[in-house]
């Protein structure tokens, strides 16, 4: 049996990325029961694609998540320990008498990990645990506590630990994984990597992209100066100057509060610092010729990116800047759009767009795109999953 675990996130807070992930793994290992576990809110959202109630062997049940701030997965709590630990000692306590078990954090905190081998340990049956990371990865190179035991259960600690039982790290690109060998070569050396897989819902309903006046230039994600969005907005000031009504901009996604109120006089909608609804988050996306997405170094040396995701669903290519995980999308794909080398970039760029305006070099980038959505999609990673957890964990499953 396998028992998935999402103990940190609620609602829609990485629902897509995790729903096309869960199918994934069930398509991977059909003879096997798979049970995911989060909360009801975010059950419902992983539940959107009619895909996950098609697959027979893959069940949703709720649980309850520890009520402190989820966000700081690198903190030591003591609470949050011991909910992680109880949690996972009742997920293990529906799997059939006998049987074996693989546990999947889908996500994790500093002491999910340490909480998940030891239930596994004590619960008597033959188990291994596949620890799933996200940007908090990055957690790994921040100053650590002096307090002894807080060091002893940190994120660093969890990389480095010689475990009793089969511990391995899933990293969703594989520049990550590179340079995660550049902070814990005994952690790379467990650690496998699966590509972030795509929606098959959303990869379906995307409307084919064609070039055309105006242009649209779209910002997806979290509207925040960590995130590139005043970077975002810069450029759409200096292009919307120039070009007008030929340039529109769009946010898709929430932004920080308090909000910019000249930042609303060059988008075409305005800043709200509430979740948009997915089925409006699809429209804005589906409605823009090009993604925009500022990286910066630090955070997404460790991170997969949903927006560059979202940019594969919808074959949308994209204005972004040339970091390490966009560089393996190009080296992987080809021309999927334009790489900008710092951020007086971006406006440079977007004028080029605006200024050739090429229909045909367009349409090859969109190809390109939709070749790689075709190999992101849960059939196709499936073989690739079940090939990573076969070889991780010999003979579990």
Known sequence: MILVFETTWDGTMHAPGNSATVQSLARAFPEQQVLMLGSAAHLEQVNRDPEVAALPNLRLAPIGLWPG????????????????????RAGLALVPKGESCLIFLISTTATATFAAA???????RRCGVLVGWHGNLSEALSPRSRNPLARAF???????????????????????????????????????????????REAKASSPATLGWPIRFGFVGWGSPA????????????????????AEFVHIGRANKPHDPAANAVLAYPLTDQPLPRDEFARRVDETHFITLPFQRGYYDFAASGG?????????????????????????YGDIGSLCADDSGFATAIEDILTAADPHRYAAQVANLAAARDSRLPVALAPRFRALVQQGFPGLL
């Open 69 to 88: 701030a989820r966000d700081h997965t690198q903190h030591v709590r003591a609470s949050r320990a011991w909910h992680e630990f109880a949690t996972f």
């Open 308 to 332: 560059l995701i979202d940019a594969v669903t919808w074959t949308r290519p994209v204005v972004t800047s040339d970091v390490p995980l966009t560089r393996q999308f190009f080296d992987e």
């Open 118 to 124: 030891a239930a596994a340990h004590l619960s008597g």
């Open 227 to 246: 995130k590139g969005f005043d970077r975002f907005l810069d450029a759409a000031r200096q292009v919307k100057a120039r070009w007008g009504e030929r």
């Open 154 to 200: 940190d994120i660093r600690a969890g990389l480095d630990h010689r475990w009793r039982l089969p511990v391995r790290f899933l990293v969703l690109e594989q520049i990550i994984k590179q340079t995660l060998a550049g902070v814990s070569i005994a952690a790379a050396a467990r650690t496998d990597v699966l590509p972030l897989p795509i929606l098959t």
